[in-house]
T-cell receptor, first 113, second 115 residues
């Protein structure tokens, strides 16, 4: 069983629409949850993190966490062509004194002008 | 200027060569990581160093040899690699348990091609 599962996409949405990206994880001991954005040819950059059940909003981005369902999502409102990238879901477990961060395969998002 | 710098950005090597990847972080972090990114696969954690001590070796073949002389520098020594080792190698740093968040800051990566 994959530790962090994502649909690889591509997910295509029109400009201005809401993009919904989903992720499930297998380790119930996971403590914190992250969304990284990776543009083609670039390295991942952190855009959102969430620790508690519920929603967390930052500008056009909303992260949602449901620990009972082991489910994390990222909503991008008013999607822009510049949002076109691969979005990596990651989960963290404290392990032996360091942060063990496990990534999903990433969902490729295409925002169509 | 990025807080995590990797060199070289691109490397082509034969299977009998020996080369090294270098990573330097300027963020004052305690933990440094090597990840491998291959097409159609999730990022694979290879090695973790926490306060210069190796705390994770994720079943990586011995042809990859990490070195962490201090908390700011991390190397990945490569020898007798195979063509399937061709990938993007990403270095990352993080605050570790000092901040207890798991946030990672990545370098731009070293694109390795093994002929």
């Amino acid at each position: 069983q994959k530790e962090v599962e994502q649909n690889s996409g591509p997910l295509s949405v029109p400009e201005g629409a809401i993009a919904s990206l989903n992720c499930t994880y297998s380790d119930r001991g996971s403590q914190s949850f992250f969304w990284y954005r990776q543009y083609s040819g670039k390295s991942p950059e952190l855009i959102m993190f969430i620790y508690s059940n519920g929603d967390k909003e930052d500008g056009r981005f909303t992260a949602q966490l449901n620990k009972a369902s082991q489910y994390v999502s990222l909503l991008i409102r008013d999607s822009q062509p510049s949002d076109s990238a691969t979005y990596l879901c990651a989960v963290n477990v404290n392990s032996g004194g360091y942060q063990k961060v496990t990534f999903g395969i990433g969902t490729k998002l295409q925002v169509i002008p | 200027e990025t807080g995590v710098t990797q060199t070289p950005r691109h490397l082509v090597m034969g299977m009998t060569n020996k080369k090294s990847l270098k990573c330097e972080q300027h963020l004052g972090h305690n933990a440094m990581y090597w990840y491998k990114q291959s097409a159609k696969k999730p990022l694979e954690l290879m090695f973790v160093y926490n306060f210069k001590e190796q705390t994770e070796n994720n079943s990586v073949p011995s042809r990859f040899s990490p070195e962490c002389p201090n908390s700011s520098h991390l190397f990945l020594h490569l020898h007798t690699l195979q063509p399937e080792d061709s990938a993007l190698y990403l270095c990352a740093s993080g605050p570790g348990l000092a901040k207890n968040t798991g946030e990672l800051f990545f370098g731009e990566g070293s694109r390795l091609t093994v002929l």
